[in-house]
């Protein structure tokens, strides 16, 4: 990002995300408290904060995968594209869709590198040989995996390492091309060549998508956020532009967790 | 790496005390695993021994004569074909379809709870108490007469318990994050069961659903007074038929007919045993060829 001033924090110019005093419980306990921000499109925003910090709630919510959880509760409201996700009749599935996302750790479905690329598409109606064809040499591509795996796409997606296994992941929910893109944790599980080699996708997929993710350690989320949220014990404490909260925090607690003092 | 430890340690007579135990205690341990299998092979081995040399062509094809003293078993392992297959179209659907409900879609709630409770429950109820009620409730009450179709739904209902709670065993056994990543690429609840949960949970469903029509093809009481017949030397034409069966033929030429020889009631049993277990052994086979493809 080489503009000279990235629009604040709590009011972005192009919002893609609204998340609007959203509270959430589950098992009455309270995981989020009345969290308010704005995710602006084609940019990398961090939600950032200690185990129990209610983040990866937050991005869980975004594309509706907490609804299958009995005793929840949650208010406030969700905007996608000014479209409340959580009105009635939306459809899930269209939702999620839009809104992918990649887990911590890799986790192939049964059957081939290929079968995992085209498990959404085929879901949502894809026949034409030719196009699928095309979505798995993007997808693949555009993960950082494709030199890797051109040769044996037909072969089982476990026999691939840890590495290559979340950018199959990372592919496999691209190949919906999705708007949003939700990463929780995403390199947890890898080795620092291939963490290296995921951020770096991430910087390519900017361009088209809107990411938001749940760095594994405050380094990485320093690495890649053009935004920055730090959440403590279910509440939003700090959102700002990522040089900022990262170089001149504004709040003694996030001060406190970036430069290591607790976490 | 124990004796390495052990070689390091001096010897007192604590240690060797203590080894002594150990060595008692398995010795325990494999005795009472031997007295598990002794009865198994016992049964086996004399039921073969004084059985064997009933089975011939006849015996396996032709009908009982002289008071079922001579002839074959044919009706009756028909008869338990048909009971077990009858059994097999309805216990299959509702048990399996009944465990993925539990599963896959039941909420935490009351009903579920009690749904739960009721299976339970329904597991440990005595065979010849499902004999009665088959007996009034098909039999009787919906008119199916002594029949093939009220022995099965017998049979069928006696074995659901087996098949949920298996089939829900196996279904959950599969990790939930297989679901969630299905629904997050756009998959219904239903989508990521059928593609995902499903391949992966089957060997586990097959197997309950094989050990719960064996429990059903051997029962005596629930067939006894909704469809078995004492002596029927033709083969059933309809479902409405009465039919033999081995189980209870076995019963009948045991305890009802003076001056049977033992070598048909040692033969009749080799035939069901056989039946039994080369059904165990198919179901030990479909089980570890799925399992190989399992990747968990």
């Known amino acids: ?128 040989r030719g196009r699928q064809e095309e979505i798995v040499v993007r997808c693949l591509t555009q993960a950082a995996l494709w030199d890797e795996v051109k040769d044996r796409l037909d072969s089982p997606a476990v026999s691939m390492s840890g590495g290559q296994q979340q950018r199959l992941c990372i592919a496999r929910s691209l190949a919906l091309e999705p708007e949003v893109l939700l990463l929780d944790e995403p390199t947890s599980g890898l080795d620092p060549i291939s963490t290296s080699k995921v951020e770096e996708s991430l910087f390519e997929l900017k361009q088209q998508y809107t990411i938001i993710i749940v760095p594994h350690s405050v380094q990485q989320a320093a690495r890649v956020a053009d935004h920055a949220a730090f959440f403590l014990t279910g509440e939003l404490v700090e959102y700002r532009p990522g040089r900022e909260l990262f170089t001149a925090p504004r709040d003694r607690r996030t001060e406190d967790y970036i430069t290591g003092r607790f976490g | 790496m124990m004796l390495g430890i052990l070689a390091h340690k001096p010897a007192n007579m604590n240690t060797a005390r203590r080894y002594a135990v150990q060595r008692l205690g398995f010795g325990v341990l494999i005795l009472a695993s031997l007295l598990v299998v002794a009865p198994i092979l016992f049964v086996i081995g004399a039921i073969i021994a004084r059985g064997v040399g009933a089975i011939n062509w006849e015996f396996l094809t032709a009908m009982p004569r002289d008071g079922m003293k001579a002839g074959g078993i044919f ?24 465990a993925i409900y539990l599963a896959e879609y039941a909420r935490d709630t009351w009903l579920t709870r009690a749904i739960r409770l009721a299976i339970v429950n ?58 969630t990543v299905s629904a997050s690429l756009g998959g219904t609840r239903w989508q990521g069961i059928r593609n995902i949960v499903l391949p992966q949970a ?37 479902p409405l038929d009465q039919t033999m069966a081995l189980p209870y033929h076995l019963y009948v030429i045991s305890t009802q007919v003076p001056g049977m020889p033992a070598e048909i009631q040692y033969g009749t049993a080799l035939v069901l045993l056989a039946l039994v277990l080369s059904l165990n052994v198919v179901a030990t086979v479909i089980r570890s060829y799925f399992r190989r493809k399992r990747q968990w």
């Not at chain 1, 604040?8 to 098992?27: A, F, G, L, M």
């Not at chain 1, 949650?74 to 009105?87: E, K």
């Not at chain 2, 028909?78 to 009944?98: D, N, R």
């Not at chain 2, 029962?219 to 002596?231: D, G, S, Y």
């Open chain 2, 75 to 98: 009706p009756a392992i028909v008869g338990t074909l048909l009971l077990t297959l009858g059994t097999a179209l309805v216990a299959i659907p509702f048990g399996v379809g009944g």
């Open chain 2, 202 to 238: 089957l060997p586990g469903i097959i197997t309950g659903v094989i050990l719960g029509l064996l429990r059903a093809g051997g029962e005596t009481a629930p067939i006894l007074f909704t469809v078995a017949a004492f002596f029927l030397p033709r083969l059933p034409q309809s």
């Open chain 1, 1 to 128: 990002m080489n503009q000279p001033t990235i629009q604040p924090t709590n009011q972005p110019t192009n919002p893609k995300i609204r998340i609007e005093h959203v509270s959430y419980t589950y098992d009455d306990k309270t995981v989020l408290r009345d969290v308010t921000l704005a995710v602006p499109a084609h940019a990398v925003t961090v939600f950032l904060g200690p185990a129990g910090s209610g983040k990866s709630t937050l991005l869980r919510l975004i594309n509706r995968l907490n609804d299958v959880l009995d005793h929840t509760r949650l208010d406030g409201r969700i905007f996608l594209d000014d479209q409340d996700i959580y009105a009635r009749g939306v459809a899930v599935s269209d939702l999620r869709r839009r809104v992918g996302m990649v887990f911590a750790l890799p986790l192939p479905l049964p059957g081939t590198i290929r079968e995992n690329i085209l498990y959404g598409p085929r879901l949502a109606g894809l026949r034409d």
């Open chain 2, 122 to 179: 329904l597991a440990g109820i005595p065979s010849v108490v499902y004999g009665l009620f088959g007996l009034g409730l098909f039999v009787l009450f919906l008119g199916f007469g002594t029949s093939i179709v009220a022995g099965s739904l017998t049979l069928a209902i006696m074995t659901l318990p087996v098949i949920i709670s298996t089939s829900e065993e196996a279904l959950r056994s599969v990790p939930v994050e297989f679901r």
